[in-house]
């Protein structure tokens, strides 16, 4: 008699996102003269979708994506330069969030808030995920 194995079915469809909303952050960044000699607010919103198969471990903030990290890096990235396009700005953001294996898509909006009249703001949205070859 042979013996047949079944794989066994996962029960549940697993999905996490770490969140940040509405970080305001003053920065160089534009094309503009006026936009180069002085610091604007910009606003940043990131979806950030990880790993369904970590399990978090409350005694190892390694074990997931840690949204104070994330505001850090962002922190670091734009107290470094000036950057003339928000979409450069986005491109070094993804860059340097996807170093962390964990991390398989980013859904980021950028947000200039003052720049334009008559708007609450103008920007772009970018998304970017990572190849199953990883």
């Known amino acids: 008699m042979k013996i047949i194995k079944f ?3 996962k029960i549940y ?3 996490r ?3 940040i909303k509405d970080l305001v952050l003053n920065m160089f960044v534009g094309i503009h003269n006026f936009e ?7 606003k940043f919103n990131l979806v950030i979708n990880i790993n369904q198969n970590l399990v978090p471990n409350d005694k190892d903030l390694k074990s997931i994506v840690n949204y104070e990290q994330v505001i850090k ?7 470094r330069k000036h950057y003339p396009l928000l979409e450069t700005l986005g491109e070094k953001i993804f860059d340097k969030l996807f170093e962390n ?4 898509r980013i859904l980021l909006r950028i947000e200039k808030l003052d720049v334009i009249k008559n708007t609450t ?3 772009i949205e970018l998304e970017k995920t990572r190849s199953n070859e990883y």
């Open 13 to 15: 469809s697993y999905n």
């Open 73 to 79: 890096v962002i922190n670091k990235i734009i107290a």
């Open 7 to 9: 794989k066994q079915k």
């Open 101 to 104: 294996m964990r991390i398989k």
């Open 17 to 19: 996102k770490v969140l």
């Open 121 to 123: 703001s103008v920007g």
């Open 36 to 42: 180069k000699k002085k610091k604007q607010r910009v």
